[in-house]
Antibody, heavy 126, light 107 residues
Framework: QVHLVESGGGVVQPGRSRRLSCAAS????????MHWVRQAPGKGLEWLAV????????YYADSVKGRFTISRDNPKNTLFLQMNSLSADDTALYYC???????????????????WGQGTLVTVSA | AIRMTQSPPSLSASSGDRVTITCRAN??????LAWYQQKPGKAPKLLIS???TLQSGLPSRFSGSGSGTDFTLTITSLQSEDFATYSC?????????FGQGTRVEIK
């Protein structure tokens, strides 16, 4: 059964950077597409980024493109989200999500999200 | 990006009631539609994929229907554990997008 544990959240000042991690276990991490999804307080879900199983392909939401970078370390079963130039609008609970459907490119179908971590809270505040 | 619109934003219902939530896409997404249940302080839980395929182990009182642009999540005979927020998501194309959620509250 897929197990995902996010970490790295906390309070960060506007304009600064933060790196989130997601430790994966109990499944074949290197065979899964991986995503980040966030939820601002009291708001709906917002998909942010996807990375292919091998790490060679990524795709981002417009809201984070150029500021956030998704990456993975398959030997260490870990997913990352590097977040730069943070603003108050980035305050949210950040979830990592595993999908059996791999990311094949921006013209492919996306995926439904069957396996979620518990989330890590990022608060951007001075 | 495809826009997903849910209605109503919230509803009040009693245990045993039948509840229907609607999700509309602003372009056809075939049947690439998922429904999630989220309880306070918890991660979303996938209920239904491909518009009508109930995830394994989930109660049959949850059902989904629709195709193209209009979709429905129905909960027959609402139970106490069903009070939560329900969100739809299209996965027809990137970026995947969610509806704003429907909060099901106790009347």
């Amino acid at each position: 059964q897929v197990h995902l544990v996010e970490s790295g959240g906390g309070v960060v000042q506007p304009g600064r950077s933060r790196r989130l991690s997601c430790a994966a276990s109990r499944f074949s991490f290197s065979s899964y597409g991986m995503h980040w999804v966030r939820q601002a307080p009291g708001k709906g879900l917002e998909w942010l980024a996807v990375i292919s199983s091998g790490g060679s392909k990524q795709y981002y939401a417009d809201s984070v493109k150029g500021r956030f970078t998704i990456s993975r370390d398959n030997p260490k079963n870990t997913l990352f989200l590097q977040m730069n130039s943070l603003s108050a609008d980035d305050t949210a609970l950040y979830y990592c999500v595993a999908t059996q459907e791999d990311y094949l490119g921006s013209e492919s179908y996306a995926a439904s999200f069957e396996s979620w971590g518990q989330g890590t809270l990022v608060t951007v505040s001075a | 990006a495809i826009r997903m619109t849910q209605s109503p934003p919230s509803l009040s219902a009693s245990s045993g009631d039948r509840v229907t939530i609607t999700c509309r896409a602003n372009q056809s997404i075939s049947r690439y539609l998922a429904w999630y249940q989220q309880k306070p302080g918890k991660a979303p839980k996938l209920l239904i994929s491909a518009a009508s395929t109930l995830q394994s182990g989930l109660p049959s009182r949850f059902s989904g229907s629709g195709s193209g642009t209009d979709f429905t999540l129905t909960i027959t005979s609402l139970q106490s554990e069903d009070f939560a927020t329900y969100s739809c998501q299209q996965y027809y194309s990137y970026p995947p997008t969610f509806g704003q959620g429907t909060r099901v509250e106790i009347k």
